[in-house]
């Protein structure tokens, strides 16, 4: 179980040389290259504007007089980056996602209007699968509860000894 | 592409037996003759056709066309000529024209004969015979009008493979199926042999073709006259390698000395098959081969005096066997080896004309005698010891009078076909043994072998029909039907008249033009240029002597023979033609001993297998095991243990993939910044 | 007066190296995340600084794509972590090393 960060030392920090290695490397580098000086932006234009106008394909509204030359418009890129975004929403959420028995867990689940259709459209197969049904034995009346803990018990779906029970809850 | 009249319709000659084959595998069990219809009615397709061809040829047309090519490539060859084709084509001139008919004459008439031997005496398993006798008949006709060598091999290969088919019909028996495996690898190695030889022929000239201006035939004329060098060999010596390679083909095919040994095994198929072998296809198609590229052998005489003298020895060797034997079957055998020795001997002192002559004949005669022995065997209700049989002469006229024609020209009488055509052969061997002293003593073996020829024949006849009928079958002969008794009737004609064709002794001494083969061979009806005999007369280059004069010559000659044929035949007479014959060979002693085991010609070849064949396979079998094998697995092995070090490295830890990550990033950025000086 | 590029190029190393460093000596996988998101930012100052080097604004439009992209990864990210935690009761990165071979 890791808990709070520590840094640990002795041989656990012996790969973090390679990442000092690596900057040492990189500024020496760096160091030795001579860049000469910078272009800089014109004084005279709003960079957060252009880089708006730029990103929405604005071209009209982009300026001309002493402008940033060579500005591409990125409207597809834009569009693309929002559909990853969303994509990415999509993948965490399912990944988020908890389910037992094929059922997602609810957080909060709402118990009155939750657990009555659910019961009756999958309770069965839900006990055949052989998952535990805890959210809904507590939710449900005693037999019911009764019927679940049993399935469970007797493993993957063989509820057979157990017909009654289960029988008494579908109606 | 296809030809006009007759020509159009030359492809269905073979491919009306292919259809028979067809018919006969897939229903013939539900047809009423077990598929013996379909192949009646196909090789009477096919020799009505070829008759129609033979007509068309006679009148001076020829068909040399090429149907279908199926591979070709861009290759300077050792003779210089530029890319080669394969192909398959027809070349219908002359010579295949008259093999088409012969070839397909037999073929129905075995057809036929097969309703009563095999229909009638109740065997199982009939579709499976048609079926084979139609692709038989099929890659013989095919292998007939190749144009080209490596077509004529593959319909080769496929005859060899048809008859271990028919050879092995009776495979719940011990011997048929390994006779059957006999005759396929004797053959087999021979055609090794025949497969180089194409290979060579291909790569040298750069084609295969048998006829026109492109044929490896005139590129090898070729080839001798420019004087070149082939393969770091003299032209004319290149030539004759490849030409004795193929001639290891038709060696085993036609059953020559020592491939012979698997044809008296093949005994063990139906009659009907055993004379569809010997008379018109697997042992025809090896000489035939010979006299289809016979303008190549011409370019050859050291090819050519050793097929003359292999067969003069083979005619002799084998004949000297069938004296002994007590099956009449095997008898026929050893004397179809022996007269192929002869066809061998008048091709081999270029005869082309009297070697094309003995096949012809043969395969009528053949035939006649392999199918009358196959109605005694009928009448002797499956009995085939010569010993058991006796007096049929009375009980089965028909083929008593058609087998003894058969026989009297297989002894080589007068006026019997093949008296011609083997005094031919003599003759021819004779005029060029004047000058060749290795012909001669192949002239002189030939010669002696006619003695035995007309004993054993004899013998044969004698013991079979004459005399006192010596087993109670034999006194109470089985009937044979009309099925049985037409095929005998037609070849019994043809082998006393197929002689008439070429009657080239009565026309040198009566000086009339009658030699109507030679005519037809030399292209005087239409042939395809550099195919004719005078062609190829001129390219042999014996000298040809004489006794005397030519007729001199001749008539000493054909005294010789035909006086030799009577002194054996007489022998017999005076040794087997009494009431009660007794086993005069039992007088040979060793000799006997000798002969009767074929001169242990099984037994060396059995210790060759065993000796030197299978420690030479059982070492390469070791080395494969061990070296070949070895390596493999030891390449597998290191790479096995090499992949299971090498996995260590993926421990599952992201930290160490970064790490390695950024220790290679480093290493690249210290070898790109040493390079490129980026640390100055 | 404006800073000297190589000085941006300095600091973004520095940044880059710091979250390197975490990468390789940490193993709680939140802290992972963390250091990712450094160098992405160490990523983002290079491409500002060089945009003003070159005076062209493309190289800012870049740095707000990346950071656009960094919150998607984060999402996806902490998702994994949620598994993680689930399956192993732990988001120590040195135990799921069952995935490897």
């Known amino acids: 179980m890791t808990t709070k960060p520590r840094l640990r030392v002795g041989r656990v920090l012996l790969p973090g040389v390679l990442a000092v290695g690596l900057f040492g490397l990189m500024a020496l580098i760096v160091l030795n290259t001579s860049f000469g000086g910078s272009q800089g932006f014109p004084e005279s234009i709003a960079i957060t504007s252009e880089l708006g106008y730029a990103m929405f394909q604005l071209d009209e509204l982009q300026s001309t007089a002493g402008s940033i030359p060579n500005t591409e418009s990125f409207l597809a ?52 699968d052989g998952g535990s049904d805890s959210t809904e034995s507590v939710t449900t009346t005693g037999s019911d509860a009764d019927s679940a803990t049993d399935s469970t018990a007797a493993g993957n779906g063989n509820d057979d000894n157990d017909g009654d029970g289960n029988t008494g809850g579908d109606a | 592409m296809a030809g006009t009249g007759a020509f159009g319709y030359a492809p269905a000659i073979a491919l009306f037996p292919l259809v028979a084959f067809v018919v006969a595998l897939t229903f013939g069990k539900y047809m009423p003759k077990r598929g013996a219809i379909a192949g009646i009615l196909a090789t009477a397709g096919s020799f009505l056709l070829s008759l129609w061809l033979l007509v068309t040829v006679a009148g001076g047309e020829v068909y040399h066309e090429t149907l279908y090519e199926w591979a070709a490539g861009d290759v300077l060859t050792e003779a210089g000529s530029n890319g080669i084709e394969f192909t398959f084509g027809l070349l219908i001139d002359p010579l295949s024209a008259l093999m088409l ?154 059953a020559q000395f020592p491939l012979h040994t698997w044809l008296p095994d093949a005994m063990e198929g139906p009659t009907t098959v055993s004379a569809l072998i010997h008379a018109a296809t697997m042992v025809a198609a090896g000489v035939y081969l010979v006299a289809r590229m016979f303008g190549y052998y011409a370019l050859s005489p050291t090819a050519l005096t050793v097929i003359s003298f292999v067969g003069g020895f083979t005619a002799l060797f084998a004949a000297t066997m069938g004296v002994v034997k007590d099956d009449i079957k095997q008898v026929l055998a050893y004397s179809t080896i022996s007269q192929y020795g002869y066809m061998m001997l008048g091709l081999g002192v270029g005869g082309y004309v009297a070697g094309v002559f003995h096949l012809m004949n043969h395969a009528f005669f053949k035939a006649l005698l392999f199918l009358g022995a196959g109605a005694v065997i009928v009448i002797m209700h499956h009995e085939q010891d010569m010993w058991k049989m006796g007096g049929l002469k009375d009980k089965a006229p028909i083929t008593y009078y058609t087998f003894l024609a058969g026989a009297l020209a297989l002894a080589g009488i007068i006026p019997f076909s093949g008296f011609w055509s083997k005094d031919e052969v003599l003759y021819d061997a004779l005029i060029v043994g004047l000058e060749q002293p ?23 006849v004698f013991l079979t029909f004459h005399g006192e009928p010596r087993s109670e079958t034999a006194e109470d002969p089985h009937p044979v039907g009309w099925s049985i008794k037409a095929p005998l009737i037609v070849l019994g004609i043809l082998a006393v008249v197929a002689g008439l ?90 000799v006997r001993r000798t002969l009767e085991a074929n001169y242990y010609q099984d037994e060396y070849q059995v210790w060759i297998a065993e000796r030197f064949t299978l420690p030479v396979a059982r070492m390469a079998d070791r080395f494969d095991q061990s070296v070949i094998d070895g390596l493999v697995n030891s390449v597998s092995t290191a790479s096995l243990f090499g992949g299971s070090r090498l996995k260590r490295v993926q421990t599952g830890l992201v930290t160490n993939y970064a790490a390695l990550l950024v220790a290679g990033f480093i290493g690249l950025l210290l070898l790109l910044g040493t390079l490129g000086g980026w640390f100055l | 007066m404006a800073v000297e590029v190589q000085y941006y190029v300095l600091l973004s190393m520095a940044l880059f190296s710091i979250g390197l460093f975490g990468i390789l000596t940490r193993r709680n996988a939140l802290l992972f995340l963390m250091s990712v998101e450094l160098m992405l930012n160490a990523a983002n100052i290079n491409l500002i600084a060089f945009a003003f080097y070159h005076g062209n604004l493309t190289g800012q439009v870049f740095a707000l794509f990346t950071m656009a992209l960094a919150a998607a990864e984060v999402a996806i990210g902490l998702g994994i972590l949620l598994v993680l935690y689930r399956n192993f009761r732990d988001v120590d990165v040195t135990v799921p090393t069952t995935m490897r071979w």
């Not at chain 1, 980056?81 to 994509?87: H, P, R, S, T």
């Not at chain 2, 004719?532 to 001749?554: L, N, P, Q, R």
């Open chain 2, 501 to 590: 064709v070429n009657l080239a002794p009565l026309a040198q001494v009566l000086g009339v033009d009658i030699t109507f083969l030679e005519h037809w061979l030399d292209g005087e009806f239409g042939s395809v240029e550099g195919l004719t005999y005078h062609a190829y007369h001129e390219t042999v280059a014996f000298d040809e002597g004489a006794i005397g004069s030519e007729t001199v010559t001749m008539l000493l000659g054909a005294g010789l023979s035909l006086g030799l044929a009577l002194a054996g035949a007489l022998t017999a007479h005076t040794l087997y033609n009494v009431p009660e014959p007794v086993r005069h060979k039992e007088r040979l002693g060793g």
């Open chain 2, 101 to 254: 008919v012969i070839v397909s004459l037999v073929a129905f008439l075995v057809h036929v004969f097969s309703l009563g031997y095999m229909n009638a005496e109740g065997e199982t398993g009939l579709p499976r015979y048609y079926a084979g006798l139609g692709l038989f008949t099929f890659s013989m006709l095919a292998f007939v009008y190749a144009d080209n060598l490596l077509m004529a091999f593959m319909f080769f290969e496929l005859v060899g493979l048809c008859s271990y088919l028919l050879i092995g019909f009776w495979f719940r028996t011990r011997s048929a199926p390994s006779a059957a495996k006999k005759a396929f690898l004797v053959t087999r190695f021979g055609d090794y042999f025949f497969l180089l030889g194409v290979v060579a022929i291909a790569s040298t000239f750069g084609t295969v073709a048998f006829a026109g201006e492109n044929s490896f035939v005139v590129a090898a004329e070729t080839a001798i006259e420019n004087g070149q060098t082939l393969f770091g060999f003299d032209a004319r010596t290149w030539v004759t390698i490849t030409a004795l390679l193929v001639l290891g083909g038709v060696m085993g095919k036609s």
């Open chain 2, 438 to 460: 290795v012909i001669l003593v192949a002239y002189a073996m030939a010669l002696i072998a006619v003695f035995f020829t007309g004993f054993y024949t004899f013998r044969m």
């Open chain 1, 77 to 128: 890129a834009f569009f693309l980056i929002a559909v990853v975004l969303d994509a990415a929403l999509d993948g965490a959420i399912v990944l988020a996602k908890r389910e037992e028995g094929g059922k997602p867990v609810v957080a909060l689940p709402s118990q009155r209007d939750d657990a009555e259709p659910a019961r009756s459209a999958t309770g069965r197969e839900t006990v055949a």
